[in-house]
T-cell receptor, first 114, second 111 residues
Framework: NAGVTQTPKFQVLKTGQSMTLQCAQD?????MSWYRQDPGMGLRLIHY???????DQGEVPNGYNVSRSTTEDFPLRLLSAAPSQTSVYFC?????????????FGPGTRLTVL | QQPVQSPQAVILREGEDAVINCSSS?????VHWYRQKHGEAPVFLMI?????EQKGHEKISASFNEKKQQSSLYLTASQLSYSGTYFC????????????FGAGTRLAVHP
């Protein structure tokens, strides 16, 4: 199993550009989520999905869109990039998504917005 | 709602012990502990559940005090490989895994 994979590993955008961060998992996990990590802030939940076709907002959803058409994939779209979105983005998945379940994290995407 | 972790940083020599605390202002259902090495993804260590059930890592232990809404991670006889940043993630309802993470505790173990 590859586990949770993310592409690209690094990305530089100009303010106002849009892009999609890709996330895929091959563990047949129902629950997937996106976090951003800023220095000194820990990890903050952006959006999550409890299954194909079902998504919901986390702590910091503004400026981001998600959709989940398959169990395996959970892309994160930046609609109009802003410097405040410079961060490291982690995708995670777990089997059921309940509070007792282990989350597995992908390797991260390092995004810089100029 | 972000949990407070203490201390912010710890420096140890190999073989020394450390305790990392995670405190919440809101009643907890579960606490999840992760370790992250520089430039890498967070790696799961253990989950502590309301009611006392514990899962986790064989060489690191933890406690969960429901009355104090606090969890502590115990690192005994530390090894160089323990270096990294430790995060607690708190979950309040037992429902879907909407973890709220603390800011992290940086641990450095030196020979």
């Amino acid at each position: 199993n590859a586990g949770v994979t993310q592409t690209p590993k690094f990305q530089v955008l100009k303010t106002g550009q849009s892009m999609t961060l890709q996330c895929a998992q091959d563990m047949n996990h129902e629950y997937m989520s996106w976090y951003r990590q800023d220095p000194g802030m820990g990890l903050r939940l952006i959006h999550y999905s409890v299954g194909a076709g079902i998504t919901d907002q986390g702590e910091v959803p503004n400026g981001y869109n998600v959709s989940r058409s398959t169990t395996e994939d959970f892309p994160l779209r930046l609609l109009s990039a802003a410097p405040s979105q410079t961060s490291v983005y982690f995708c995670a998945s777990s089997y059921s998504g309940t509070g007792t379940d282990t989350q597995y994290f992908g390797p991260g995407t390092r995004l810089t917005v100029l | 709602q972000q949990p407070v972790q203490s201390p912010q940083a710890v420096i140890l020599r190999e073989g020394e012990d450390a305790v990392i605390n995670c405190s919440s202002s809101k009643a907890l259902y579960s606490v999840h502990w992760y370790r992250q090495k520089h430039g890498e993804a967070p790696v799961f260590l253990m989950i502590l559940l309301k009611g006392g059930e514990q899962k986790g890592h064989e060489k690191i232990s933890a406690s969960f005090n429901e009355k104090k809404q606090q969890s502590s991670l115990y690192l005994t006889a530390s090894q160089l490989s323990y270096s990294g940043t430790y995060f607690c993630g708190t979950e309040f309802s037992g429902g879907y895994n909407k973890l709220i993470f603390g800011a992290g505790t940086r641990l450095a173990v030196h020979p």
